[in-house]
């Protein structure tokens, strides 16, 4: 059984970076054709996905979020991680992890973070 599991700061101060890690087991970052998206959620809004990185380590971003954000792995931890730098408080929400066979669909979910922007 595939399992993905977020975790990181619950609060970032503005202007900081949020880092995000997400913990892969049942599977291997590295499996071919799969990619690990990271998708998040501001309250009272849609999901919103933000980029993701192939088995093979190349990256794909959100056009709207491509200057702020980087996804990379740690293929020893079979972990991926998400970088969110100089944050505002409209970066508030819960943020997901999850595999999918693309960008656009996802078959495993984590259980979601609550990212908190505020100073």
């Known amino acids: 059984q595939v399992q993905v599991q977020e975790s990181g700061p619950g609060l970032v101060k503005p202007s900081q970076t949020l880092s995000l890690t997400c913990t892969v087991s049942?599977?291997?970052?590295?499996?071919?054709?799969?990619?690990w998206n990271w998708i998040r959620q501001p309250p009272g809004k849609g999901l919103a996905w933000m980029g993701a990185?192939?088995?093979?380590?190349?990256?794909y971003y959100s056009p709207s979020l491509k200057s702020r954000t980087s996804i990379s792995r740690d293929t020893s931890k079979n972990q991926f991680t998400l970088q969110l730098s100089s944050v505002t408080p409209e970066d508030t929400g819960v943020y997901y992890c999850?595999?999918?066979?693309?960008?656009?669909?996802?078959?495993?979910w984590g259980q979601g973070t609550q990212v908190t922007v505020s100073s």
């Open positions: 999850a595999r999918g066979g693309g960008i656009s669909w996802y078959d495993y």
């Open positions: 049942g599977d291997s970052i590295t499996s071919n054709s799969v990619y």
């Open positions: 990185i192939a088995s093979s380590g190349t990256t």
